[in-house]
């Protein structure tokens, strides 16, 4: 593992001791989420409120600043490995390279496949434009952010087999796209961070969970991580107590409304380590199988201490990861809408894709 000690991100994976005192608290302790008392429907309403407001908070922010650029198109992809199968039920967006990008014509490109944050009950593909631009115009990559089916309507495990759906299926569009199928790589924030691991490991193990993938698989050239949660077997004030800044961390209220609808029926905290649940948990078989990661974490992040963890679970077996720790910010620090972006999101983006091209190079 390697950590870059930059000013923007200079504490090393392992500075933070307190992140070794985190262990399950006896039985009496664990935590009891109010929010799973509440109906489906008004778990629904508060969602859905929250989705409209992140909405328009992503609209004004990618207009601000330098103003993004759309996505080339929107697909609609199938449903297979969910319980709510169906056809074109995934939509994802799409950023083609222009003309006189990077790549000739006659060149095969990379692809990138990003999945979006939101707590896994809101948010929308196009809510990473900025990566997507930079990954465009940097890169000369095609570009999938997958608009996975959110909760509480679709909880645990359906936004994970969507992600592994949507991964399947761009591979197999590699010839519409002119995708070199040997440098795809998978990104993603927050939520889309978990989901990008955990569909990993559903690409490398389907049989595990009884997935019938007929045909190749893509073998995934790295992951890029931005904040993920990785180990759900740690209740959230626990987490919080982790953290230097305890009130910095994102709110109970938001934090006990995406577990109640994301964890439905409810899973008791020690029986949460299913690898597409808690993929910071996976066992040493799949995790001596992990391509390249870059992590990007937040030092007043609940999730800062389980993502050191899995950092040095992963150095501890040589595996190639680097790790970026954010000084003095906060979860999802480069999407502080609707202002414009700090500076210091394009010098981190900037860092994540010279990982890439490091991995696509060596290729």
């Known amino acids: 593992m390697s950590t870059d000690n930059k000013d923007t991100a200079n504490v090393d994976a392992t500075e933070v001791a307190s992140i070794h005192d985190i262990g399950p ?75 006189n990008s990077q790549s000739p014509d006659d060149e095969k490109r990379p692809a990138i496949i990003n999945f979006h944050g939101g707590g896994f009950i809101l948010g929308q593909g196009t809510d990473d434009s900025r990566w997507a631009n930079l990954l465009v115009s940097s890169l000369g990559a095609v570009v999938f952010s997958v ?29 519409r796209y002119n995708i070199d199928t040997n440098r795809i790589t998978l990104s993603g924030f927050s939520a889309g961070g978990t989901l990008a691991m955990s569909s990993w490991l559903c690409l490398t193990d389907p049989a595990r969970w009884k997935y019938d993938i007929p045909g190749p698989r893509p073998k995934i050239a790295g992951l890029v991580l931005f904040y993920p949660l990785l180990d759900w077997t740690i209740d959230r004030p626990q987490k919080r107590s982790a953290c230097e800044h305890p009130d910095k961390t994102l709110p109970s209220g938001l934090t006990d409304l995406i577990d109640a609808s994301y964890l439905h029926p409810p899973i008791p905290r020690r029986e949460r380590t299913d690898p597409r649940l808690s993929p910071g948990l996976m066992p040493d078989e799949l995790l001596e199988q992990l391509p390249p990661i870059h992590l990007c974490l937040c030092e007043y992040d609940m999730l800062l201490a389980e993502g050191k963890l899995f950092a040095e679970r992963l150095e501890k077996r040589g595996k190639d990861i680097t790790v970026r720790v954010l000084e003095g910010e906060k979860h999802a620090w480069d999407k502080p ?9 394009a010098f981190e983006y900037g860092i994540a894709i010279a990982a890439m091209k490091r991995w696509l190079g060596a290729l």
């Open 337 to 345: 809408m609707p202002l414009a972006p700090k500076e210091s999101v």
């Open 147 to 175: 608009n996975y089916r959110l909760a509480p309507g679709y909880p645990f495990p359906t936004s994970v087999e969507d992600c592994t759906d949507a991964i399947l299926q761009i591979y197999r569009l590699a010839d």
């Open 25 to 99: 608290p006896s039985v009496e302790e664990d935590y009891v989420n109010p929010a799973d008392k509440s109906p489906r429907w008004l778990l629904g309403a508060h969602a859905y409120t929250l989705r409209l407001l992140a909405s328009l908070g992503f609209h004004i922010g990618n207009r601000s600043g330098l103003p993004t650029i759309s996505p080339t198109e929107t697909i609609w992809l199938d449903s297979t490995l969910s319980e709510w199968k169906g056809e074109q039920k995934i939509s994802t967006d799409v950023w083609l390279p222009p003309d």
